[in-house]
């Protein structure tokens, strides 16, 4: 979302929003980052993908549009609705690396204030640009679409390679980061391709919470949605690698957190109302090892 203008690229969105909400942060979705939390949640138009499935295309796949929201009035919404549930603000709804200059200027405001900070993003980013916005952003999620080149080439007009250098670099960064790969039958749900991408994740922090979201038609896309069955089994395949897998846009699918240790309930999850029964601080209450769940 830039101009080149003799030589100088211009953002065209800064400032510019499309959507404003207060939401759980659950439906980042965030599991293991303050749960129970509500989230300021801001963005604006454009992407730099071109997903034919996206299920934003409505604010993604649009020109120029959106009201004023500088800065300094976004920092001024989130006192005034600062509470002891509503931790911060989060960068998310359409691409928010398309936003970078408006995150660059907002984000070390709103943490001077001592909230935190979400980008909800397709990964889609060089690595300097990434470390340099890093020390300001306290979450991610990242939207990992497929694990090969061919999908992302095909499907998203993109490239895997700086998607997964950006979960890299996040993680050895210090960042809390979960994932989320939209389940698209017959293009990415294969058993082979969840067992490399659980396996990557694996590699880097099996305790890495992957979210397997379920797949409607939306945008160019008339597929039928993702059998039921294939998330349950992605599901299964993942959890031989990884500690925490849940299954999004699916209302029937248990989403507790259960101890990798011991296997006790540690927080119980009916859509997005949230309890923690089983946790003291970051400690499982019945076998007392640590787990990886800020609160």
Not at 84 to 108: K, L
Not at 138 to 164: F, H, M
Not at 175 to 183: K, S, Y
Not at 272 to 288: A, E, H, I, M, Y
Request: with cysteine.
């Amino acid at each position: 979302m830039r101009k080149n203008l003799k030589g100088r690229l211009y953002s065209l969105n800064f400032g510019k929003i499309t959507a404003i909400n207060i939401d759980p942060i659950e439906k980042k979705p965030l599991y293991h980052f303050y749960p129970g939390s509500t989230i300021l949640s801001v963005g604006t138009f454009g992407c730099n993908f071109n997903c034919g499935f996206c299920q934003n295309y409505e604010i993604s796949q649009i020109a120029e549009t959106g009201e004023k929201l500088l800065p300094e009035d976004l920092v001024k919404l989130a006192q005034k609705y600062k509470s002891q549930e509503m931790i911060g603000v989060a960068y998310t709804y359409s691409e928010p690396v398309v936003w970078y200059e408006y995150i660059e200027a907002s984000a070390p405001l709103i943490k001077e204030l001592g909230f935190k900070t979400v980008l909800v993003t397709n990964g889609f980013i060089n690595k300097e640009p990434l470390k340099k916005l890093l020390p300001f952003i306290d979450a991610l999620n990242i939207d990992l679409k497929g694990i090969t080149e061919e999908y992302y080439r095909d499907v998203c007009q993109g490239s895997v390679t700086p998607v997964l250098e950006a979960i890299e670099a996040s993680k050895a960064l210090g960042a809390h980061v979960e994932v989320t790969t939209l389940l698209v039958p017959g293009l990415n749900d294969a058993p082979e391709q969840i067992e490399e991408l659980a396996r990557f994740l694996a590699k880097i922090d099996p305790d890495i919470p992957l979210h397997f979201s379920r797949y409607f038609p939306r945008y160019k896309f008339n597929l039928p949605p993702t059998p039921e069955e294939s998330l349950y089994r992605a599901r299964e395949i993942a959890g031989k690698y990884l500690n925490y897998v849940y299954l999004g846009n699916l209302p029937d699918a248990s989403n507790d957190t259960f101890c990798p240790r011991c296997g006790a309930l540690l927080i119980r999850r009916d859509y997005f109302r949230v309890d923690t029964p089983g946790l003291s601080g970051d400690t499982c209450r019945q076998c007392k090892s640590k787990v990886k769940i800020i609160l």
